[in-house]
């Protein structure tokens, strides 16, 4: 991984105040009534116990003759207290399942107008650009050419955008642990992925990630970007692309590319597939603009999927990426 992965991470990715703010003040207070609703459930168990018992002492004394008026107004202090215990045992449930239905509605409201305001950035920001810069470029040559953006003023991108955030990714790989190892094995791509791959074309304005042409033999990574210009035809058809990152002098950068080097993300609102556990694939790391090598661990409910990223194996801790940002792997 380059030098870009082997910086430290930002302090907001394991800052649970300034990530979460207000949720986290929700999920404590649902956490300490907890307690309580399990004590009523506990309490309202133990009477049916109760009532068991009493009813089993009654037959007895039934069959024997003894059965009294007293024991019968224990039985229904027993049901009384039974009804008492589960109405509130039933309203301590109510309560936190809408607590806890309220807090998803809040982080879901915070986690689709985070997307929007992306998205929304990032289709400005590339409108901007190529009205000033179409015509600094020309596209007959191939290859790479990092140019630094005409438009210094573009809005910072995704929670931030400097490039500190570029930089707040997963750990280097510790190639001697046996979970690097069982995966270091890159996927081969087939004649059929191949072929696929040559028959891509992109439009202006859609949503890639690209790998840039290494520059004095340094691994480069997949990072985010915006189709700025298309130009040519065929094999000779290359491309503009603005990087999404925003450097520390709010500057971002072009690059020219052609197809092979891209990866088409889909477009907002696009139906896909589910991905299948165990799935080697290209990811978005959350809060970054690089995209990093990672195995898929699940779907969960909200169109996202739960990644465990090159690096991170011997963590327990998973990251939740839209689907559309986990795209098809390579090397």
Do not use: C
Not at 178 to 203: C, D, H, M, V, Y
Not at 247 to 256: L, M, P
Request: charged residues 30%.
């Amino acid at each position: 991984m380059s030098s870009r992965g082997s910086q430290r991470r930002g302090p907001n990715r394991n800052s649970e105040i300034g990530e979460h703010g207000e949720e986290l003040g929700m999920w404590k207070d649902i956490k300490d009534k907890i307690p309580g609703a399990a004590n009523a459930f506990n309490e309202s168990n133990q009477n049916v116990e109760d009532i068991r018992d009493q009813e089993k002492i009654m037959a007895e004394k039934k069959a024997n003759g003894t059965l009294t008026d007293k024991d019968q107004n224990e039985l229904d202090r027993l049901y009384r207290k039974g009804v008492k215990l589960n109405d509130i045992a039933s309203q301590s449930l109510t309560e936190t399942i809408e607590k806890l239905k309220v807090l998803r509605a809040v982080q879901k409201a915070k986690e689709d107008q985070q997307e929007a305001n992306t998205s929304r950035t990032a289709s400005q920001r590339a409108k901007e650009s190529a009205a000033v810069a179409s015509s600094l470029y020309d596209f007959d040559g191939a290859g790479d050419s990092p140019v630094p953006s005409p438009n210094p003023a573009v809005p910072r991108r995704m929670g931030g955008g400097s490039k500190g955030d570029r930089d707040s990714v997963p750990p280097r790989l510790d190639r001697s642990t046996p979970a690097a190892k069982a995966g270091s094995a890159e996927p081969q791509a087939g004649p059929a992925s191949n072929l696929i791959r040559t028959k891509q074309t992109f439009a202006k304005d859609d949503e890639v990630a690209f790998k840039p042409k290494p520059i004095n033999n340094e691994q480069t990574d997949w990072i985010l970007g915006i189709v700025q210009d298309v130009r040519g035809e065929g094999k000779s058809r290359r491309y503009r692309v603005l990087d999404a990152d925003v450097d520390e002098n709010g500057h971002q950068k072009d690059f020219r590319t052609s197809a092979s080097s891209m990866i088409l993300i889909p477009k907002e609102g696009t139906v896909l597939p589910p991905l299948e556990t165990g799935k080697t694939v290209l990811a978005l790391y959350p809060n970054t603009t690089t995209f990093y090598k990672a195995e898929v661990m699940g779907m969960d409910g909200d169109g996202k999927v739960n990644l465990k990223f090159e690096g991170e194996e011997s963590s327990n801790t998973m990251q939740a990426v839209t689907r559309r940002h986990v795209v098809e792997y390579r090397g």
